[in-house]
């Protein structure tokens, strides 16, 4: 299914029927302000491991899963107490194209976190997404599209994405026409901030 949501002005039927989708364990693609994201609400584990399968092991599985919140306000539920340095860094940044790597706590289920209990943490400069998050009531479960070298533009387009995973997922929001450039992701767990991968955001300290 893919429907056509207008990121100005986000239809509140269109977010619903996603957010149904959502609850009864469905896979979305959906845009943020970086690649087009894959993902699933994060109490439905079925779906995860089918989004860990597309997104393929050779590309992290659920190593690369973080969680999309609406706003800061949700940050403090699924990661141990944010050291105010680092949360006015979030302040700052956010909402925006980073991933704030920061130390799990037991709130966030064992078959989402790293190796190193620590999750990543997203809220998107975009309206859509945040949207349907606010909808839901609680976090995306989410990881970027698998890239493809012969066809490096396909992530870009949201009906070319329908067209190749129309068998594996259940919807797809039309946002328009989405980025090359993932977020940038920020390593918080150990004191000073280090970017780890250097994305569309530009880190201001």
Known sequence: MLVKIYPQNPNPRAIRQVVDTLERGG???YPTDTLYGLGCAMDQWQAAESVAKIKGEGEGGKDFFSFIHADLSQLSLYCKPIPTAVFKLMKRCLP???TFILEANNQVPKLFK???KTVGLRVPDNHI???IVRELGRPLLNTS???DDEDPEYIRDPEWIHERYANQIDLVVDGGEGGLE???VVDCTAGEPIVIRQGRGILAY
Do not use: H
Request: proline share 22%.
């Open 182 to 184: 993932p977020s940038t």
């Open 114 to 116: 790293s190796k190193k």
């Open 129 to 131: 997404v945040r949207e």
């Open 27 to 29: 896979i979305v693609v």
């Open 145 to 147: 599209l698998p890239p």
């Open 96 to 98: 925006g194209p980073f």
